[in-house]
């Protein structure tokens, strides 16, 4: 699994923020494989080209429902219960915090996804705001999980990671963010970034630029409209 674990590293590592790959196939096809994993079997998709088609498609859900909650509820059961079988043996449980110990550690070293980690506080009203899944945050903890895993015996860990690990193909082929609606998946593609230095600009040129052409420019506070009209 260490092997495995350096290939989709250097797969993850090799995303262009420029040009991201996008195949909206290809993401539901790794979400569908997650959700089959924990338990969903008629997932759908909303697919939104820019924030604003997020926002609103977001409009009107009431994200404290049963039904927003499901997906969140079932994975913090499996969470739950992998940490219960960790915790059954004081020294299985020992060895697995040092070893999520390293494993962030090596994969903060290996793993550079931080300029694709978006926060989209000032594009996505407040009530959805805090439902969205960026999907480099979630990857990056899950190969942290997948390290740590690899020097414990936790059937129910090892499955959990597995069915968070679809993210990473999902990534690859252009997922930025994700919300969940009971079995509905809504989803929006990674932007085009404008980099310098390793760092996005924020002179007022547009740094961020979603399929459907919309343009944001980046402070330290947030993104913000950006004054042209750009084409993805």
């Not at 926060?119 to 996505?124: A, H, Q």
């Amino acid at each position: 699994m260490v092997d495995e674990v350096e290939k989709i590293i250097s797969r993850l590592n090799g995303i262009d923020p420029e040009r991201p790959y996008f195949d909206p196939l290809v993401v539901e096809e790794a979400v569908s494989r997650h959700a089959r994993l924990i338990g969903f079997r008629d997932v759908a998709f909303t697919w939104a080209m820019g924030p604003q088609q997020a926002d609103a498609a977001l409009s009107g859900i009431d994200f404290s429902s049963a039904e927003s909650c499901l997906w969140a509820d079932v994975t913090k059961s499996m969470r739950r219960e992998a940490l219960a079988e960790l915790n059954a043996d004081r020294a299985v449980a020992g060895a697995y915090e040092k070893a999520q110990a390293a494993a962030a550690e090596r994969v903060a070293d290996a793993l550079h996804l931080e300029i694709f980690a978006l926060t989209l506080r000032n594009l996505i009203s407040s009530d959805a705001r805090a439902r969205g899944y960026n999907v480099a945050s979630l990857v990056t903890s899950v190969m942290r999980d997948v390290v740590a895993n690899s020097s414990v015996e936790s059937e129910r860990l090892e499955d959990l990671n597995e069915a968070y690990l679809p993210f990473a193909d999902a990534l690859m082929a252009g997922l930025g963010s994700f919300w969940i609606v009971g079995e509905r998946f809504v989803c929006l593609p990674l932007p085009r970034l404008k980099l310098e230095d390793g760092a996005l600009i924020s002179d007022g040129r547009p740094a961020a630029v979603w399929p459907n052409g919309e343009a944001y420019a980046f402070r330290e506070d947030g993104f913000f409209p950006a004054l042209q009209s750009v084409e993805w």
